[in-house]
């Protein structure tokens, strides 16, 4: 396919890391910050091609993974509801609530339906017009044009049995945290090619000159991996600490302006909590005062304050890129994708989940399309 | 979750430019994609889609750069292994 096998050449790979490797001079610690990238790095053994002493730390950017834990008891409130629809992006259903997830409400009778785009749950309340709907609109950036448009269409055709339940988190706050954390070891990031297809990169500016951090905008295959890397090492041994975009066959300095302007509209910048992390300023979108009718939560009543569980499971220190996946004891035995102690195993992206599927415990297995 | 595959604008229909679909073609799957944030998008067109949404028109000449990298790079090395 165009724009995919080209970018996954082996000799092309290989070229960029030897280039790599003639670069550094010393250790440095990169973090890409998309789930996505995590999951292609461990996919094609990107780590293991590079120099020992250039270290990729997984970052943040897992949606389903960050989503707090009183969201997930909200949704599965909601579904409990008699006469109601939950619809939701597949991943979320095995995230664990306080008591249980959304898979059990599910075959407790909850009316859950799995849908691919928001404007699948639009027409699940189109067509059910008796039932209420309520769409769980979790993710980044990325996802917010897509959330908006369904909130907006809702709206402007006057759905009135259609609401969503906002979870949305926003990328640039959560590497500001991650860089005032006070472990941070990171010197350089590999920043989330698709969320600044629609943001643009001006918002990264700032982080770069405060922080004296290199930010190389990044794509998903290997050669956009391994291009980003070799534009962020380049950077961090001169000296310099710039924005730089490798994935400018999609990304432009302004973003997405029609989807900016819809965003604007939708949604207004609010804090949030993030599991694992903990709370953020500024750090996600809610529904803005236009739309508050399509609030669930002013349909449904105000989401309670959570507390994540308290246990072995080390995520939160995986999704600040304080720990891998390895470090943790319970890894592949007492934590599987069947059995998944914390969210970084659940969710495929999830940084526990990449690692079991790829590297696993069992070396001979086929990694599974 | 922030996955967008990259695919073939076939045809498009619709009038209203916040309603604007195309039948887009993912390697032998079509399927109809929103295409309000992509109104620069024509028949031929390789757009990136995410959750059904077309997020981007890709940029051919942009995306020939990381060739023309790796193509400097191979001149290095070249130049590096002639004595």
Request: proline share 7%; aromatic share 8%.
């Amino acid at each position: 396919m165009k724009y995919r096998d080209e970018y996954r050449d082996g000799a092309a790979a290989r070229r960029l890391a030897d280039a790599i490797g003639r670069t550094v001079t010393r250790p440095w610690t990169l973090m890409e910050v998309c789930g996505g990238q995590t999951h292609a790095i461990v996919r094609y053994g990107i780590d293991e091609l590079l120099p020992p002493s250039v270290e990729l730390v997984h970052g943040p950017g897992c949606p389903v993974c960050v989503t707090p834990i009183e969201y997930i008891d909200k949704a599965i409130e909601i579904a409990l509801r008699p006469g109601t629809i939950l619809c939701s992006f597949g991943d979320m259903l095995r995230v664990p609530g306080t008591h249980g997830d959304l898979f059990g409400a599910k075959s407790r009778g909850g009316d859950i339906r799995i849908v691919y785009s928001p404007l699948d749950a639009l027409a699940i309340a189109r067509a059910e017009p008796v039932r209420e709907v309520v769409f769980f609109a979790v993710g980044f950036e990325t996802t917010a044009p897509a959330n908006a448009m369904a909130a907006y269409r809702a709206k402007q055709d006057k759905i009135a049995n259609f609401s969503m339940l906002v979870s949305h988190v926003l990328v640039p706050p959560a590497m500001r945290a991650i860089l005032d954390g006070p472990d941070s070891r990171i010197q350089g990031f590999l920043a989330a090619g698709h969320v600044c297809t629609v943001m643009g990169t001006r918002e990264y500016d700032p982080i770069a000159v405060r922080y004296r951090v290199p930010i190389v905008v990044t794509g998903f295959e290997p050669i956009d991996i391994l291009e980003g890397v070799l534009m962020c090492v380049r950077q961090l041994e001169e000296g310099r600490a710039e924005v730089e975009n490798q994935y400018s066959r999609s990304v432009r300095r302004d973003g997405n302006p029609t989807a900016l302007e819809l965003l604007a509209q939708v949604f207004t910048v609010i804090p949030r909590r993030w599991r694992g992390i903990g709370d953020i300023a500024d750090s996600g979108f809610g529904l803005s005062a236009a739309y508050v009718e399509i609030d669930a939560e002013f349909r449904f009543g105000a989401v309670r304050s959570g507390e994540d569980p308290v246990g072995e499971c080390l995520s939160g220190s995986v999704l600040r890129g304080e720990r891998r996946p390895p470090d943790c004891p319970a890894f592949g035995t007492r934590c599987t994708p069947e059995n998944p102690l914390g969210v970084t195993m659940v969710s495929s992206e999830g940084a526990c989940a990449a690692y079991y599927r790829y590297r696993g415990l069992v070396p001979t297995k086929e990694p599974a399309q | 979750m922030c996955l967008a595959i990259p695919g073939l604008v076939m045809s498009m229909t619709g009038g209203d430019p916040l309603q604007r679909t195309g039948q887009v073609d993912f390697g032998g799957i079509v399927k109809t994609i929103n295409l309000a944030y992509a109104p620069e998008a024509r028949i031929g067109d390789y757009v990136l889609v995410h959750v059904g949404f077309a997020i981007a028109v890709i940029d051919e000449a942009e995306a020939a750069k990381v060739f023309e990298h790796l193509r400097e790079i191979g001149e290095i090395e070249e130049m590096r292994s002639t004595p």
